[in-house]
Nanobody, 115 residues
């Protein structure tokens, strides 16, 4: 069992930056790929970024060049640095990890980009 908790969301103006963090209830750092997803009401949850246990990163086209995913430590395993934010980035952002057959999600953190 793994509990994930996201933090760092908030209200920011277009062009601004936020850094999201994900904390875990136990160490999952070394063995699992970590993901950030986002979701807006009425739409499916979409993958934003992935970082593997070996440090390989991949990004959705709509955030390439603006967002950076990074691994930190065992209980704070992943962060998402978001720069040059746009209104269309407004969503609830979720941390995700798959451990064995089970997908774990945090409760999400709201990011609102608005002037």
């Amino acid at each position: 069992q793994v509990q994930l908790v996201e933090s760092g969301g908030g209200l920011v103006q277009p062009g601004g930056s936020l850094r999201l963090s994900c904390t875990a209830s136990r160490s999952i750092f070394s063995f699992n790929a970590m993901n950030w997803y986002r979701q807006v009401p009425g739409k499916e949850r979409e993958l934003v970024a992935t970082i593997t246990s070996g440090g390989y990163t991949s990004y959705a086209d709509f955030v390439k060049g603006r967002f950076t995913i990074s691994r930190n430590n065992a209980l704070n395993p992943v962060s998402l640095q978001m720069n040059t934010l746009k209104p269309e980035d407004t969503a609830v952002y979720y941390c995700n990890v798959k451990v064995g057959p089970t997908n774990y999600w945090g409760q999400g953190t709201q990011v609102t980009v608005s002037s």
